[in-house]
């Protein structure tokens, strides 16, 4: 099966940058793998369904949330395009941990767990894509551990947006930002006001410009700055 998803772990051929992105390429676990596609708000697992799935994003972005006992949703984290896999994480579990919604529209392929590590146990270069993937899932979880580590607001939100930024892009970068202030907020434990006080901070300084639903980022050094607490602007705490 050929498919365009250089970046996904078990493509033939990779490429950080999307350098294949026009060709198409062979994937090594053709026989696991449906195309899929999901619009907005829709479900691609829920918390507690049986784990049967993981999914290789070709286009959009997954939002993964967990819901509380008394029906609350937390937002813990997002996927975009990448060496990541969404619901890797449930790969050995009989149930998902977490559920994984669309926040844009989301091309992906899914990739049934059973076949997946039939084929790892037969063929050691799967194993090691496998194996890349958790990595990449792992540096992930540091990354954005390190994102609530900073004891600046606006650093948080500023690293937060570069953790959601392709690693190819640069000069002016138009990403879409399927949060709210309120669900930024919750993920990055600040208050709603923090959030927007922070963000037209940033504004104002330059780095970036974010209507409803994305965020252009204008100076990718004065955004570095904000998020290494570096800014010799007044931050907002």
């Known amino acids: 099966m050929q498919c365009a998803n250089c970046n996904c772990p078990f493509c033939e051929f990779q490429a950080d940058g999307g350098v294949f992105a026009d ?14 596609d999901f619009d907005e708000g829709n479900i691609l697992f829920m918390q507690g369904q049986v784990s049967s799935n993981l999914f290789a994003l070709t286009e959009g972005m997954v939002k993964i949330c967990t819901h509380t006992a008394d029906g609350r949703e937390q937002i813990i984290g997002l996927s975009t395009p990448s060496n990541l896999l969404v619901g890797l ?53 540091r990354a954005m551990m390190e994102v609530l580590g900073h004891r600046c607001a606006a650093s948080k939100i500023a690293s937060f ?18 949060f709210s202030r309120v669900e930024m907020a919750g993920l990055l434990g600040l208050s709603e006001e923090t959030v927007c006080r922070s963000m037209a901070m940033m504004k ?6 974010a209507p409803r639903g994305r965020v252009e980022i204008r100076d990718w050094d004065r955004l570095h700055e904000i998020a290494d607490e570096s800014y010799s602007g007044q931050p907002v705490s």
Do not use: W
């Open 23 to 36: 060709i198409d390429l062979e994937c090594v676990v053709n026989d696991c793998v449906h195309f899929v």
């Open 161 to 178: 947006i570069l953790l959601m930024t392709p690693k190819s892009a640069n000069g002016n970068c138009d990403i879409p930002m399927p």
């Open 204 to 209: 104002r300084s330059g780095a970036i410009y």
């Open 89 to 141: 994480q449930s790969i050995n579990d009989e149930r998902y941990a977490y559920t994984a919604m669309a926040a844009t529209k989301v091309k992906a392929c899914r990739i049934n767990h059973r076949n997946l590590l039939a084929k790892v146990r037969e063929h050691g270069d799967v194993a090691i894509r496998l194996i890349g993937a958790l990595n990449a899932q792992l540096a992930h979880s």
